[in-house]
Every structure is written in C-alpha cells, then in structure tokens.
C-alpha cells in the first residue's frame, strides 16, 4: 500500500497563475482533509471532505476549491495565486473524524513568486 | 475562540532523560487528543490517541495523560534517543467549538536528544 500520495512535490508559481494539487490513498477512507503548514502557525485546515462528491469548508478555505470526484482522491486549486499561499501543502485521510488517526502524504512545497 | 499551546517551540534534553511536553487548551472541551510526531520535510505521523474519560495510554516507551480538569495533556518519552528527535504535535477535537468534529492542530514542540 502507497498510503496517502501528493503530486507535485515542489511547485513554483507566479502570482495570477493556477494549479491544482492532486492528493490520493489507497486505504479506502471516507474523510480527507488539505491543511497547509506555515512557520509558527502550525497546520491549518483548507477544506475537507467526508465521502465522494462531498467537500466543506475548513479554516482558511479563502483562494482555494477543491473536489472529490472518486474516493481516492482529494484535488486542491488555486485558481490565481499569491504570495500569501506560499506555503506547504499536506493532505490526509482517516476513516472517522477526531476519533481516528489522520495519515498524511509528504507534502508539497508551493512557492508564489 | 479555541486555542492550543504547546508548552514551548523547542525542549532540550540528554540521552536517556524523560522527555515531556506539555499540550493547553482553552474555550472548549475536546472529546479526543492526539500525538503526532513530524520529522524535517515529511508529513505528521500519528502516535497516540486519548479519549476525555481516559487519564493515560501508553504504547512501548510513550505515555499521554489527558487532564480535562487542568485542560492539559502531557506527553512522555521514557529513556529518549536521539532518534527521538523530531517536532511532536498535539491536536484535539473541534466538536465543541464549532469545527465540526475536525481537528485543531497545534504549532508544535521540537525535540532535541542530545547523546
């Protein structure tokens, strides 16, 4: 088993520009989650999703969308990018919410210039 | 509005020492909290996992305690190594605060095991 992947794991952009990160795992989990980690701010959850076709709003969804088309996977956009979301980018998965254990891919490290 | 503090961004200890780390929260009573260990340019991995009726949980040389009177968890690391180190999260439910079940996370302490 693969666990939880990311794709890209590096990333520069230019202010305006869009990408989309794509996230996926094999453990065929309901929940997934994209949070972001900046320096002295800890992990701070972007969206989630609870099932297939479902997404939610985390606590920093502004400039971001994302998309559960399949189970297995999770994609984040950013439709125009700014310096403000340099940052980077961990996806996770879980079977339950609080109560299990979330597993996280590598990451990806998004540089706006 | 809800808020998590880890005792310190960074502990320093010797070999052998028992490490802990201190996780405080505020302005809302969590259901679950959890442990996770990150190391340099990798995801969290996940440790231990408390629920608010349980006082302690071990698992081989770690030990959590989840005190909601205290709105405190402390985390051991009985005889450190210095493959020990690396940043140690704690991360509590959100149910009672709005955040619909998901997890908080906090910033972090980074452990340093010196030989």
């Known amino acids: 088993n693969a666990g939880v992947t990311q794709t890209p794991k590096f990333r520069v952009l230019k202010t305006g520009q869009s990408m989309t990160l794509l996230c996926a795992q094999d453990?065929?989990?309901?929940?997934m989650y994209w949070y972001r980690q900046d320096p002295g701010m800890g992990l701070r959850l972007i969206h989630y999703s609870v099932g297939e076709g479902t997404t939610a709003k985390g606590e920093v969804p502004d400039g971001y969308n994302v998309s559960r088309l399949k189970k297995q996977n999770f994609l984040l956009g950013l439709e125009s990018a700014a310096p403000s979301q340099t940052s980077v980018y961990f996806c996770?998965?879980?079977?339950?919410?609080?109560?299990?254990?979330?597993?996280f891919g590598p990451g990806t490290r998004l540089t706006v210039l | 509005s809800q808020k998590i503090e880890q005792n310190s961004e960074a502990l320093n200890i010797q070999e052998g020492k028992t490490a802990t780390l201190t996780c405080n929260y505020t302005n809302y009573s969590p259901a679950y909290l959890q442990w996770y260990r990150q190391d340099p340019g990798r995801g969290p991995v996940f440790l231990l996992l408390i629920r608010e009726n349980e006082k302690e949980k071990r698992k081989e040389r770690l030990k959590v305690t989840f005190d909601t009177t205290l709105k405190q968890s402390l985390f051991h690391i009985t005889a450190s190594q210095p493959a020990d180190s690396a940043t140690y999260l704690c991360a509590l439910d959100g149910l009672g605060g709005g955040s619909q079940g998901n997890l908080i996370f906090g910033k972090g302490t980074k452990l340093s095991v010196k030989p």
């Open positions: 996770a998965s879980s079977y339950g919410l609080a109560n299990d254990e979330q597993f």
């Open positions: 453990m065929n989990h309901e929940y």
